[in-house]
């Protein structure tokens, strides 16, 4: 572990990596013990390992002690929950099967450069809020439970392939639980007509149809 401040000191819970990546190896934590579900975890840089998730797991708030690179937690392929704050400079590493659940006020979302990826992005609560402070890749649903999520211009893709199209589930009524939604690629996959050598794209309709005038 690299030198402590007098502060971090008085933390429970902090990261050390001195064994490995693994999330569930006591002596991955500095009082050799694995955080209890919904405590407060902190993680410093400049550890030899950057904490892999093993399985679900519940955390209250987040704290990335001092910045650097690489620096962040993976959420590899499991739901990480914070029902807390997240602070500090450090990101989140997604991937195409990860889920990440909000259950208060998160403050900014950083997603790891070229593992900026989600399956589900939820807001577990009315109450819960977040900021996207990075692109972000989105392969499944985001869902908001009445709370707010402010894009912040960034660069958001609601993801498509053959099996499934990203989508953004109910909004309150009058939409304001999402804002800064002005950088949103939402992609639509098309199947060929007969799958093989000489085949191309089949007519596909991708607006919707109207008739008089109308806002879409």
């Known amino acids: ?22 999330w569930n190896t006591t002596s991955n934590w500095d009082n050799i013990i694995v955080p209890a579900t919904g405590a407060s975890v902190s993680v410093p840089f400049g550890v030899p390992n950057m904490p892999f998730l093993d399985a679900n797991r519940t955390v209250n708030n987040l704290t990335f002690l001092r910045s650097g690179t690489p620096f962040y937690v993976n ?25 990440l659940t909000l259950g208060g006020a998160a403050g900014n979302l950083n997603f790891t450069p070229g593992a900026d990826s989600l399956n589900d992005l939820t807001l577990s609560a009315s109450s819960a809020t977040a900021t996207l402070n990075s692109s972000l890749d989105v392969y499944g649903t985001i869902k908001l439970n009445d709370g707010g999520l402010n894009l912040a211009a960034k660069h958001l893709t609601l993801k498509s392939n053959a099996t499934n199209t990203a989508r953004i589930d109910v909004l309150k009524p009058d939409g304001s639980n999402l804002t800064g939604a002005t950088n949103v690629t939402m992609e639509r996959w098309i199947p060929m007509t007969n799958p093989g050598p000489g085949t191309g794209r089949r007519y596909q309709l991708l607006t919707p149809t109207v008739t008089t005038s109308t806002s879409i």
Request: hydrophobic share 30%; aromatic share 4%; glycine share 14%.
């Open 1 to 22: 572990l690299p030198a402590i401040g007098a502060d971090e000191y008085k933390m429970a819970n902090i990261w050390s990596g001195n064994t490995s990546t693994d």
């Open 75 to 99: 959420i590899n392929g499991h739901t990480l929950t914070i029902n807390g704050a997240i602070t500090g400079t450090g990101t989140l590493t997604g991937s195409t099967s990860s889920n």
